[in-house]
């Protein structure tokens, strides 16, 4: 019914909290999009307009106050939101009112850009609606979304500094998209997830079409899905989180390549990517492609472990001890 924001279903809600404190038992953070702006906002405008912002506030309001004290909640507003300020009063009025009671909780958006392009979707981050970085200065995160190769987006939110970046959406194994056709490889799959992690980003989501469908075998571990948890446990043995993107190229000085721009093929992209971080105790490179890299050794802080990621297998093939002097060559 269109008055379904004033009257929460409380049984349904409840299961959705029993829901977020099981996976809180499992360590999992949970992102939820509180208002389904790809059909009611896009396609079914009387489902928000017949319910006023202040009723839209007020459901942000009940939402906070169920989930206020879950540890493991980020709110993911919209999903493919064709935003306006129009619209913004309704979807961001949910936003506030749930900040309202839950003041803590990290907030993002997912928008649709509006100004056309190859394919489908333009590339876009969070942040292109300032509206939302402004209404959560110190809970935002700024979300990536492209169908294309990841690290132009990807560094787009991170310069915008009003808040950490993570991949929002790019391409689901087994779908295709703008860009892929009929559907993004293995390679492709890895190449948008290290890319993502050598720019500066705090995370990604991984999408999988027979997932969001419930189809048949959406159980199942995909080739997709394990290359993934090898990325993840990459990073998570290392301080990731003090990776600097290298977008002046002063520690990986030659052999990267040149970037493909905003609506690059992942497919063919052989843009090599680096992060280092500032005490020089951990550098981390991507080579999409079969080159030779040069990396300036002066920016380690003394004698260097090098050695490969097999990103196919999860495994390190060894390269030896390298001194922190002058540059070195590194063949993949």
């Known amino acids: ?13 409840a299961s ?3 829901m977020v404190k099981l996976a809180a038992t499992y360590g999992m953070t949970v992102m939820l999009d509180p208002y389904d702006t790809g059909w009611l906002v896009d396609q079914n405008p009387g489902y928000t307009t017949n319910n006023s912002t202040v009723v839209s506030t007020a459901y942000g309001e009940y939402l906070g106050t169920l989930l206020a004290g879950q540890p493991n909640v980020i709110w993911a507003s919209g999903n493919d939101y064709y935003w306006s300020s129009g619209n913004d009063a309704y979807v961001l009025g949910i ?7 839950a003041p803590n909780q990290l907030q993002s958006v997912e928008l ?3 100004s056309g392009g190859t394919g489908n979707q333009t590339p876009n981050i969070s942040s292109d609606d300032s509206a939302w970085p402004s209404a959560f200065p110190s809970t935002f995160l700024n979300g990536a979304y492209t169908y294309f190769s990841t690290y132009p987006m990807v560094l787009a939110a991170y310069n915008a500094d009003v808040g950490p970046a993570y991949g929002n959406e790019y391409n689901y194994e087994g779908e295709n998209n703008a860009s892929q056709s009929p559907a993004p490889s293995e390679f492709t799959l890895r190449a948008q997830e290290y890319w993502t992690m050598t720019c ?7 999408g999988s079409d027979a997932i969001w469908r419930f189809s048949s075998g959406w159980t199942t571990n995909t080739t997709g899905a394990v290359q993934f948890s090898y990325m993840a446990s ?3 043995s290392v301080a990731w989180q003090n990776l600097v993107p290298d977008q002046g190229h002063t520690f990986m000085t030659a052999g990267y390549g040149t970037s493909g721009g905003i609506e690059a093929n992942p497919a063919t992209d052989a843009y090599a990517t680096a992060a280092l971080t500032a005490d020089g105790t951990l550098g981390i490179a991507y080579l999409p492609d079969a080159t030779t890299i040069t990396v300036d050794m002066a920016k380690m802080v003394g004698p260097t472990i090098a050695r490969w990621y097999d990103p196919t297998a999860g495994t390190y093939p060894s390269i030896g001890t390298i001194a922190n002097t002058g540059t070195h060559n590194f063949t993949s």
């Open 1 to 13: 019914s269109s008055n379904w924001l004033s009257t929460p279903n409380a049984t349904y809600f």
């Open 16 to 18: 959705l909290l029993a």
């Open 95 to 101: 936003a506030n009112g749930i900040k309202t009671e």
């Open 112 to 114: 649709w850009n509006q």
């Open 200 to 206: 500066g980003a705090t995370g990604q989501l991984f």
């Open 234 to 236: 990459l990073f998570k």
